[in-house]
């Protein structure tokens, strides 16, 4: 089966680290979408980039908060600095995109605690 | 008015019984709609799609209200295993940006 794969599982850092989050998607996919998910907010759409190209990250904090696509089997997320408060689980999802809407398929997610 | 909006429950139900959510969206643009499910500490996985008036699989049938902005999900006969958070996603119109409501939580009691 097919999966989107998302390094690392769990991340534990000190408040004011880098944090890099990594994602392949599903060969033959061209959309990837990153959210991010809490108990308070559910699932936020923080970016999402279609052939590589981004379409909307207008849900990411740009101060810290950066993606990108350096190719078409390589997302990343990158937070730096770190704060408490990105403490959540980080879900990348690829899909190909069709005329009707997109079903996308999810990694296994980054349980990122910052301390 | 949020994107996408959903009762969060919890709906508490015995196995056997019928259980319907409901979803609103504001897009009035948007084309199709999905239900996803989630599992404590897993991630979403696609249930179904609902492009038109509706989709049925099984115990499980989506229907979709475009003059209301609403779309549903029937659940029949639940199981044990229903036992889940149910996402409701908008695909936002041309831009296909899909947006989540923040989920519905079923428990199937035996």
């Known amino acids: 089966d097919a999966r989107v794969t998302q390094t690392p599982r769990h991340k534990v850092t000190e408040m004011g680290q880098e944090v890099t989050m990594r994602c392949q998607p599903i060969l033959g996919h061209n959309t990837v979408f990153w959210y991010r998910q809490t108990m308070m907010q559910g699932l936020e759409l923080l970016a999402y980039f279609r052939n590589r190209a981004p379409l909307d990250d207008s849900g990411m904090p740009k101060d810290r908060f950066s993606a990108e696509m350096p190719d078409a089997t390589l997302a990343t997320l990158k937070i730096q600095p770190s704060e408490p408060r990105d403490s959540a689980v980080y879900f990348c999802?690829?899909?190909?995109?069709?005329?009707?809407?997109?079903?996308?398929?999810f990694g296994s997610g980054t349980q990122l605690s910052v301390l | 008015r949020k994107e996408v909006e959903q009762d969060p429950g919890p709906f508490n139900v015995p196995e056997g019984a019928t259980v319907a959510f409901n979803c609103t969206y504001s897009n009035s643009a948007s084309q199709s709609f999905f239900w996803y499910r989630q599992d404590c500490r897993k991630e979403p996985k696609l249930l179904m799609s609902?492009?038109?008036s509706g989709n049925e699989d099984g115990r499980f049938t989506a229907q979709l209200n475009r003059a209301s902005q609403y779309i549903s999900l029937l659940i029949r006969d639940s199981k044990l295993s229903d036992s889940a958070t149910y996402l409701c996603?908008?695909?936002?119109?041309?831009?296909?940006?899909?947006?989540f409501g923040k989920g519905t939580l079923l428990t199937v009691n035996p």
């Open positions: 609902v492009y038109s």
């Open positions: 999802a690829s899909a190909r995109a069709g005329g009707r809407g997109e079903k996308l398929f």
């Open positions: 996603v908008d695909s936002g119109g041309s831009n296909y940006k899909l947006t």
